[in-house]
T-cell receptor, first 112, second 112 residues
Framework: DAGITQSPRYKITETGRQVTLMCHQTWSHSYMFWYRQDLGHGLRLIYYSAAADITDKGEVPDGYVVSRSKTENFPLTLESATRSQTSVYFC???????????FGQGTRLTVV | GNSVTQMEGPVTLSEEAFLTINCTYTATGYPSLFWYVQYPGEGLQLLLKATKADDKGSNKGFEATYRKETTSFHLEKGSVQVSDSAVYFCALGTTNAGKSTFGDGTTLTVKP
């Protein structure tokens, strides 16, 4: 199906483990984003990418790694998960700068 | 840097009441402005947008006008319904650097 999809939808992992959240979009949008959503903090930008092989830090990048070898994929890796990274993670894409963003359904990650 | 300040919630209204959710922003340049809505368990979706000063965005009975002189983009609806219960986010379009800025979100509950 066309659109932006995230996987998995739910994930429980242990402290210290590496975990990768996947994001795939079918529109060939240039921009892709990762956000985390926590109560009391709204949406916070973790990383973003303006094109394949171009990524940059957002507001809260520590503890996360991204890559974008293909336009359509933008995986987010937690190298060594901590409890503070328990959150709902949203991936989004937009066709260009300053245009509307399309969001995935989110991944609810729990670190125990 | 760019920032968005949204009216704090939660907001509780009776069906058919008038809704206003305030949003003010600080930005360099003239970014597009957006309102997104998030229903329980879902990702954000665009509600309406405005791309330049004095533009009015509208959708599903919601309206917001891009006011450069007051740096505001308040969301209004004349008669809310129970189905409008959701979280509403005000946002600035991405900057030249690619970063996006969201407000903290306002939770609206409409009671029958």
């Amino acid at each position: 199906d066309a659109g932006i999809t995230q996987s998995p939808r739910y994930k429980i992992t242990e402290t210290g483990r590496q975990v990768t959240l996947m994001c795939h979009q079918t529109w060939s949008h240039s921009y892709m984003f990762w956000y985390r959503q926590d109560l009391g903090h709204g949406l916070r930008l973790i990383y973003y990418s303006a094109a394949a092989d171009i990524t940059d830090k957002g507001e809260v990048p520590d503890g996360y790694v991204v890559s974008r070898s293909k336009t359509e994929n933008f995986p987010l890796t937690l190298e060594s998960a901590t409890r503070s990274q328990t959150s709902v993670y949203f991936c989004a894409s937009s066709v260009a700068r300053n245009t509307e963003a399309f969001f995935g359904q989110g991944t609810r990650l729990t670190v125990v | 840097g760019n920032s968005v300040t949204q009216m704090e919630g939660p907001v509780t209204l009776s069906e058919e009441a008038f809704l206003t959710i305030n949003c003010t922003y600080t930005a360099t340049g003239y970014p597009s402005l957006f309102w997104y809505v998030q229903y329980p368990g879902e990702g954000l979706q665009l509600l309406l947008k405005a791309t330049k000063a004095d533009d009015k965005g509208s959708n599903k009975g919601f309206e917001a006008t891009y006011r450069k002189e007051t740096t505001s983009f308040h969301l209004e609806k004349g008669s809310v319904q129970v189905s409008d219960s959701a979280v509403y986010f005000c946002a600035l379009g991405t900057t030249n650097a690619g970063k996006s800025t969201f407000g903290d979100g306002t939770t609206l509950t409409v009671k029958p």
